[in-house]
Nanobody, 114 residues
Framework: QVQLVESGGGLVQPGGSLRLSCAAS????????MRWYRQAPGKERILVAL????????KYLDSVKGRFTISRDNAKNMVYLQMNSLKPEDTAVYYC???????WGQGTQVTVSA
């Protein structure tokens, strides 16, 4: 079955950086779009970024454009989210997802605070 394990979150000061990782298994990774979502306290889960199977297409939430970069390594079944210039409003639990599967991992907490 589809398994997704996120890691790399933590507490960071505004303006700092974090790199999230997602290890995927249970499906043919290189055939699928991968996505990063986030869910802030009391809010709905929203799409932050997506990447095509070959990595040639990426899309971002407007509020993270120019600060976040999604990438993937098909040889390792990994997807990454490099987050720079972090802001307090980026605080959330971050999840990766494989389209069109409905499985979710446990997520990784990102807290941006002074």
């Amino acid at each position: 079955q589809v398994q997704l394990v996120e890691s790399g979150g933590g507490l960071v000061q505004p303006g700092g950086s974090l790199r999230l990782s997602c290890a995927a298994s249970g499906f043919t990774f290189s055939d699928h779009y991968m996505r990063w979502y986030r869910q802030a306290p009391g809010k709905e889960r929203i799409l932050v970024a997506l990447i095509a199977p070959t990595g040639d297409i990426t899309k971002y939430l407007d509020s993270v454009k120019g600060r976040f970069t999604i990438s993937r390594d098909n040889a390792k079944n990994m997807v990454y989210l490099q987050m720079n210039s972090l802001k307090p409003e980026d605080t959330a639990v971050y999840y990766c997802s494989a389209w069109p599967f409905t499985s979710w991992g446990q997520g990784t907490q990102v807290t941006v605070s002074a």
